[in-house]
């Protein structure tokens, strides 16, 4: 019953900005490390930003600098602020939930995707 549903993605000029949000249902996130990651076609699957429960931040080097990750525990959501887009940043962006749930048990949990693309 554990949902994530991304939104904001969409066709953006080269040096435009986009902000995609993540909002979660059926679990409180407040708990769990979330994520955002991207996956071209024939590619794997790689990290973009993430944020602890404590909010604690991480970055791909790639997109130090022009991107921001955020997670609001009282709304039950995550948004990744993009700025600075480049065509490279072109793919579709997910949303993720880890960590250990209160029974114990590993948690992971994947939005349907939202298409980013950035035009030169």
């Known amino acids: 019953q554990v949902q994530l549903v991304e939104s904001g993605g969409g066709l953006v000029q080269a040096g435009g900005s986009l902000r995609l949000s993540c909002v979660v249902s059926g679990s409180r996130i407040s708990r769990y490390a979330m994520g955002w990651y991207r996956q071209a076609p024939e590619k794997q699957r790689e990290m973009v930003a993430t944020i602890t429960s404590g909010g604690s931040t991480e970055y791909a080097d790639s997109v130090k600098g022009r991107f921001t990750i955020s997670r609001d525990n009282a709304k039950n959501t995550m948004s990744l602020q993009m700025n600075s887009l480049k065509p490279g940043d072109t793919t579709v962006y997910y949303c993720?939930?880890?960590?250990?749930?209160?029974?114990?048990?590993?948690?992971?949990?994947w939005g349907q995707g939202t298409q980013v693309t950035v035009s030169s």
């Open positions: 993720n939930v880890r960590g250990l749930a209160p029974w114990g048990t590993p948690v992971n949990y």
